[in-house]
């Protein structure tokens, strides 16, 4: 498989790791979309809570909720495919007769299998997102049940029911301010997730400077451990920021 044969098996390989690369990456900004257009239309419920017509939210909000279940399962199966080319192409590096070319293999090997580390992690992310969004929309639904409930029955302790409400707009005002927070991150995100497709053709033709000119793969080295450096404290400042506001809204 080390010769012309095994050259053209690591060849297609790789266009099958960059097309599924390539979808998943399609994939992951519509996914993306849909947890953001959640989110809004979980605000524009809250701005209408006098209107009595909620049918057509909660058929909205059904659609969504199959299309982000469908669209998790194809993510899913695009992460498991993508993971099984980058075993095969791990292989492939140990087959015999490839000892000359490891260096090279291992290098775009390594690439790969960091496009799939971050897909990963980015549909997680996504995901819990959207999950946590609707957990905290059944949560404040329950608690508009709750309150209607209570207004609708007797009403003998008027003063109670009024600490009620002020408790509940409180809540309604801390889920707008975690709304807009969520908001302004998933755009910043798809601002990158966009950025990250040129970026990508950008970087594989500066690797394959590197590859032939140390002296740049060592540049490059230091210019990935200097972004790595800056997502860890651009990670850090937004964690920050969400706990002050988590601290703000519950206090």
């Given at each position: 498989?080390?010769?012309?044969?095994?050259?053209?098996?690591?060849?297609?390989?790789?266009?099958?790791?960059?097309?599924?690369?390539?979808?998943?990456?399609?994939?992951?900004?519509?996914?993306?979309?849909?947890?953001?257009?959640?989110?809004?239309?979980?605000?524009?419920?809250?701005?209408?809570?006098?209107?009595?017509?909620?049918?057509?939210?909660?058929?909205?909000?059904?659609?969504?909720?199959?299309?982000?279940?469908?669209?998790?399962?194809?993510?899913?199966?695009?992460?498991?495919?993508?993971?099984?080319?980058?075993?095969?192409?791990?292989?492939?590096?140990?087959?015999?007769?490839?000892?000359?070319?490891?260096?090279?293999?291992?290098?775009?090997?390594?690439?790969?299998?960091?496009?799939?580390?971050?897909?990963?992690?980015?549909?997680?992310?996504?995901?819990?997102?959207?999950?946590?969004?609707?957990?905290?929309?059944?949560?404040?639904?329950?608690?508009?049940?709750?309150?209607?409930?209570?207004?609708?029955?007797?009403?003998?302790?008027?003063?109670?029911?009024?600490?009620?409400?002020?408790?509940?707009?409180?809540?309604?005002n801390s889920d707008r301010l975690m709304d807009d927070t969520i908001s302004?991150?998933?755009?910043?995100?798809?601002?990158?997730?966009?950025?990250?497709?040129?970026?990508?053709?950008?970087?594989?033709?500066?690797?394959?400077?590197?590859?032939?000119?140390?002296?740049?793969?060592?540049?490059?080295?230091?210019?990935?451990?200097?972004k790595r450096r800056d997502s860890l404290i651009l990670g850090s400042v937004?964690?920050?920021?969400?706990?002050?506001?988590?601290?703000?809204?519950?206090?």
């Amino acid at each position: 498989m080390a010769g012309i044969g095994g050259s053209n098996y690591w060849e297609d390989l790789r266009k099958q790791a960059r097309q599924l690369e390539n979808e998943l990456d399609l994939k992951l900004v519509s996914f993306s979309k849909l947890c953001t257009s959640y989110s809004s239309s979980s605000s524009s419920r809250d701005g209408r809570r006098g209107d009595t017509s909620d049918t057509t939210p909660l058929l909205n909000n059904s659609t969504q909720d199959r299309m982000f279940d469908t669209m998790s399962v194809e993510i899913e199966q695009l992460l498991a495919k993508l993971t099984a080319v980058n075993d095969k192409m791990a292989e492939y590096t140990n087959t015999p007769g490839t000892a000359s070319l490891n260096a090279a293999l291992m290098h775009t090997l390594q690439r790969h299998r960091d496009i799939l580390q971050d897909y990963t992690h980015e549909f997680h992310k996504t995901k819990g997102n959207f999950v946590a969004i609707r957990e905290k929309e059944d949560l404040l639904g329950s608690v508009r049940k709750d309150i209607e409930s209570y207004k609708s029955g007797s009403g003998v302790n008027n003063r109670r029911t009024e600490m009620f409400l002020k408790e509940h707009e409180h809540l309604r005002n801390s889920d707008r301010l975690m709304d807009d927070t969520i908001s302004i991150a998933m755009a910043t995100k798809e601002n990158m997730t966009s950025q990250r497709g040129y970026l990508k053709s950008i970087q594989s033709r500066v690797n394959t400077l590197a590859n032939r000119f140390p002296t740049i793969n060592n540049l490059i080295q230091r210019i990935n451990l200097r972004k790595r450096r800056d997502s860890l404290i651009l990670g850090s400042v937004i964690g920050v920021c969400t706990i002050l506001l988590l601290l703000y809204a519950f206090h």
